[in-house]
């Protein structure tokens, strides 16, 4: 059995497989999508919403919330991300702002990909392609991904799409229309995670080697006339992914100053035993390692080579990217996760019995039973109310203060995260460092990450007027550090109120520290007495 991409494999003749008849097999398949579905529902749709929107996540709502001329350049300038899922977010984010809604989309974006495995990915069968959604839909990486208000699940569905559809238009007699869509889905991939720049490598890479072992094979006139059509589709994919390396700011020369450094902890082992560990799923890597290791010897063509490239290559990229090993986060390994999850895939297939009549029968036992097994936990979510979270509490506890308010953050991020859910409390306003929020929120900049002395006396003299209520925010977690005392409550804020006859009213702080993004808040307020 061949699973390279030279084999013209086709969805028709993979439904065969499953029956003779097609309206059986297709049959089939469709209840194999609709269990998937459903299991997918209730393994990562569960919970979607009990948790505060971290610090990634507010901004990443709070910047798809500008006006779309402005989503189109900000989220490179603020995150360093392309602007794609933010633009996404910006029109999803008009059916509802609630947190299930708009984290609805990176679980949309997750079952697309489950739906483009069962489709498109001909190299498998029908039933090793529902292994490898079941693989995907358990894997714990998947959860978080579902989960996450990123672009995470963008990249990653993109990656593995235009990658297939790449090996699928390489083929020599691969019609037009099928490279066309594959440099489309190229142009949507290099615009949706910073850290796909590995992945559109690889492609060019790919193209060069098909042309040149054409030209060994076939001569130049022949290669030329059968890779022209996908070079100058893959030569306008890099030209329109351009302008967004032209806007990541400083990325170039951070990297030039500092490559001595950044290069040498690729040559070690770690980086790599420390992905392959967590996108395996500890404790069980050994089992789908090998099954790797197994599709790798019996599956010797240029796509496994492709594949194997593409995810090896994607480690040291991340960390000669991101220099310091501690932010080496494992959600930026995303754009290679469902690759390797296909060569486990590949290595089940070459074990597996090729017509083997009961295996259709019992993956799907298996399925409805996971389904049924998850159906309860799901259930008693929908039942449960949003939990009273950090975030969320001071939100409301600010809120049923009457009167117009203003907040001070000293971090300047600690803003962003109140931002969200405080997004319908029209009468407050929130002053930190960094980035504001939108307009619409009703929010400042402090023109840094940390308030000044200045800046709070300049605000406070303005806002006087017109603002009952003034509250100055810390964080738990670094306000006992001598150096990050905060000079402009103490020196400033204080005296201040005092002076114009504002009085301490409110005080609150969270019940738990978490870490820098969570629950970590003490506030004080301050109002004019009626």
Not at 29 to 46: D, E, I, P, S
Not at 75 to 91: A, D, K, V
Request: a positive charge; charged letters at 15%; aromatic letters at 14%.
């Amino acid at each position: 059995m061949s699973l390279g991409c030279a084999e013209n494999w086709t969805l028709r003749r993979r439904l065969l497989e499953l029956h003779p008849r097609a309206p059986v097999a297709w049959t089939v398949l469709g209840l194999f999508a609709v269990v998937l579905t459903l299991v997918h529902l209730f393994r990562n749709g569960t919970n979607i919403s009990h948790s505060d929107l971290w610090l990634d996540e507010a901004s990443t709502y709070m910047v798809a919330q500008y006006p779309l001329e402005t989503v189109l350049w900000l989220p490179t300038e603020f995150h360093s991300q392309p602007s794609l899922y933010y633009i996404m977010l910006h029109y999803w984010s008009m059916v509802s702002s609630e947190p299930a809604v708009l984290r609805g989309l990176s679980w949309l974006l997750c079952l697309l990909l489950v739906y483009f495995v069962l489709l498109a990915v001909n190299q498998l069968s029908i039933v090793t392609r529902v292994v490898f959604c079941v693989l995907f839909i358990f894997h714990p990486f998947t959860l978080y991904l579902s989960q996450e208000l990123r672009p995470y699940a963008l990249g990653a569905l993109l990656a593995f799409v235009s990658s297939v559809l790449l090996l699928q238009a390489g083929r020599t007699a691969a019609p037009w229309r099928l490279v066309c869509v594959y440099g489309l889905s190229a142009a949507l991939m290099a615009h949706s995670l910073a850290f796909n720049a590995w992945t559109i490598a690889v492609h060019g890479g790919y193209v060069v080697y098909l042309f040149g072992s054409r030209v060994r094979q076939r001569g130049v006139d022949t290669a030329y006339r059968q890779t022209r059509l996908l070079a100058l589709v893959f030569g306008l994919v890099a030209i329109a992914y351009l302008p967004y390396l032209l806007l990541v700011p400083g990325a170039a020369a951070d990297l030039s100053s500092t490559w001595g450094d950044r290069i040498g902890p690729v040559l070690a082992l770690e980086p790599y035993q420390r992905a392959f560990t967590f996108l395996l799923a500890e404790p069980w890597s050994p089992l789908p390692l090998a099954l790797i290791i197994y599709a790798v010897v019996r599956d010797r063509t240029r796509a496994s080579i492709f594949w194997l490239i593409l995810i090896i290559g994607q480690i040291p990229f991340v960390e000669i990217m991101l220099h310091d090993q501690r932010l080496a986060y494992p959600r930026y390994w995303a754009p290679v996760y469902p690759a390797l999850l296909l060569m486990v895939a590949i290595g089940v297939q070459y074990l597996s019995v090729r017509k083997a009549k009961g295996l259709q029968a019992t993956l799907m036992g298996c399925l409805v039973l996971s389904a049924v097994w998850l159906v309860p936990g799901f259930v008693a979510f929908l039942r449960q109310p949003l939990p009273a979270t950090g975030w969320r509490t001071l939100a409301a506890a600010i809120s049923r203060v009457e009167g117009k308010k203003a907040i001070f953050f000293r971090t300047g991020f600690y803003g962003q995260m109140l931002a969200y859910p405080a997004r319908h409390d029209a009468s407050l306003v929130i002053l930190s460092g960094g980035y504001p929020p939108p307009a619409g929120l009703n929010a400042g900049a402090a023109g840094a990450k940390r308030l000044r002395a200045a800046f709070v006396k300049e605000k406070v003299q303005a806002l006087a007027g017109e603002t009952r209520c003034f509250f100055h925010a810390d964080d738990q977690r670094t306000r006992r550090r001598r150096w990050a005392r905060d000079r402009s409550f103490s020196r400033v804020f204080v005296p201040l109120m005092a002076e114009l006859g504002y009085e301490k009213v409110f005080e609150l702080r969270s019940g738990t520290v978490e870490d820098q993004f969570h629950d970590a808040y003490y506030v004080r307020g301050y109002c004019r007495p009626r």
